[in-house]
Structures are given as structure tokens and as C-alpha cells.
């Protein structure tokens, strides 16, 4: 099944790792104010491993974009890694 889509975050959004649900499974979930979207890893744990990598794409992405959102709106960063 494919599925698109795009949304723009608002003033509240926040991302991190919760558990999702009343199995504790955990996921990354981005609140995106309002909207929200949780990524859960595989049921199967022989998958696991390529969703590491995915979730270390997904980061490196991120940073990526956050490198070029700088940029573009002029923002001098500190030296901090945040």
C-alpha cells in the first residue's frame, strides 16, 4: 500500500519515542500540532535490523533538512549539537 502525504508542523509540534499503545511496543511519534503520526517497528524482529537503518536514514535526513532550513533563514547555530 503506498501513501503520500505532507504536512507542515505547527507552533506545538514535538517528536520523540513513546510507547504506543497498551502493548508498550515503542515507535517514534511525531505530534504535529494538530495532527500526529507514530512509526512502529515490524512485528517480525528478523526485520528489525533494516528498520535501524531506516531509522538512522530518517535522522540523517532530518539533520540534512534542518542544515538547509538554517541556511536559508539565516540562522548562526552556537557550536551546539541540538
Partial sequence: MAFNATWTPGAEAVAGMHQLGSTSVPGLVLY???DSL????PADPALWPRFVE???QLRDGA??????VEAR????????DD
Avoid: N, S, T, Y
Avoid at 539533520?63 to 538547509?68: F, I, M, N, P, S
Avoid at 533563514?73 to 551546539?80: E, F, H, L, S, Y
Fill in 32 to 34: 504535529l500540532d494538530p
Fill in 38 to 41: 507514530a512509526i512502529a517497528p
Fill in 54 to 56: 531506516f531509522l538512522r
Fill in 63 to 68: 539533520e540534512q533538512l534542518a542544515v538547509v
Fill in 73 to 80: 533563514a539565516g540562522v548562526v547555530r552556537d557550536g551546539d
